[in-house]
């Protein structure tokens, strides 16, 4: 964003950051040109879906990207919930924003659609 005096700035309110983090795990990797490696590619793991996918995996990937990619936060938690029978997976998010240490929630749904 750029500021009235024309200096940029970046946004840190909690809806910017939690754009961000959304966008993050529902890009998948090489959807961004000369970023093959931004994004969490979960929406991959939805036809992968079955006993063999551990959600510590899906967490392991979701907090490495938030941390990769989102310099906003500190401490990061996540839950995952996946429902097999449903081909959905919901993973919960608790979140520091480092320029004010507030905590904050989401929850990030992706499911497949048949």
């Not at 093959?36 to 590619?41: I, V």
């Amino acid at each position: 964003s750029v500021s009235p005096k024309g200096n940029l700035y970046k946004k840190t309110s909690v809806a910017s950051v939690k754009q961000s983090i959304r966008k993050l795990l529902l890009t998948n990797r090489g959807d961004i040109p000369f970023q093959p490696l931004l994004g969490a590619d979960l929406n991959s793991l939805l036809f992968e879906l079955s006993t063999e996918i551990d959600p510590d995996d899906i967490k392991t990937m979701v907090e490495y990207t938030i941390r990769t990619y989102e310099p906003r936060v500190g401490k990061i938690d996540a839950l995952v919930d996946m429902e097999t029978d449903a081909n959905a997976v919901t993973i919960y998010i608790v979140f520091q924003i480092i320029e004010n240490l507030k905590v904050e929630t989401m929850e990030v749904s992706i499911s497949r659609i048949r």
